[in-house]
């Protein structure tokens, strides 16, 4: 299997072309090629692959197999993908999802992509939507219990579930003791991605984020896209933002015209190789 290793802003997957290449179990080859010790190393597998609907299709998994509805970082990867091996020359495209059809603006530099802007959608706020165990309406700094603590949580659905902390200090938050626990919460049926977050001032603000099924991840780009809308609707920012995520900065902006999301980032390629299909589900 030919794949290509590339990242966004740290958030790393393996992604193989789906025009050229058939993975008949996706789920195992993304446990095994995600390992960092018996794997390629990523935070999950993406495939490119023919639609019906748009230009591309993205199916995405995670470290642990299972598939995501969408991931911020990981689609701005294969819009550079797409046109950087020659599988497109536009720079308007279009991409479907698990969570709907998205819109990327691509920005050539040197004949190559090196930003990607997102349109990530209408965030989903409503209680069932998210989804959430409770009562209908929205989720605004309300009281959640997690194992015997009580936190101040904001929920936001870009395509996929997050919930938002503030707290004093991302950096020195406990994220991988408490993540967990998020994830696996009895409210969340789903489970959830959590990101911890301090807001610098109007128009910024830092954070650590563990997403479901691969664990703390050095940027998420769906949650960046979730803390913006929650920053703005607890009057924390504008809508307009710079989050700041372990792996480095992404430019938000929550549309009071049309309700989207638009993301803008970096894309960039790692290298390219050959899977034997060996790796971490022969290791006893």
Known sequence: MKFTKMHGIGNDYIYVNGFEEQIDHPAEVARAVSDRHFGIGADGLILILPSTRADFRMRMFNADGSEAQMCGNGIRCLAKYVYDHGL????????????????????PHGGVIDKVRVKMGAPRLERAQIPMQGPAGQVLCEPLVVNGTTFEVT??????PHCIVFVDDPHTFDVTGWGPHFEHHVAFPEGVNTEFVRVLDAHTFTMRVWERGSGETLACGTGASAVAVACHLTGRTGRRVTGHLLGGRLELAWDETDNQVYMTGPAAEVFHGEWSGKGADNHD
């Open 88 to 107: 497109t020359r536009q720079t308007m495209i279009q991409v479907e999802t698990l969570a709907g059809v998205l819109e990327l603006q691509l920005f």
């Open 155 to 160: 929920a936001v659905s870009m395509g996929n």
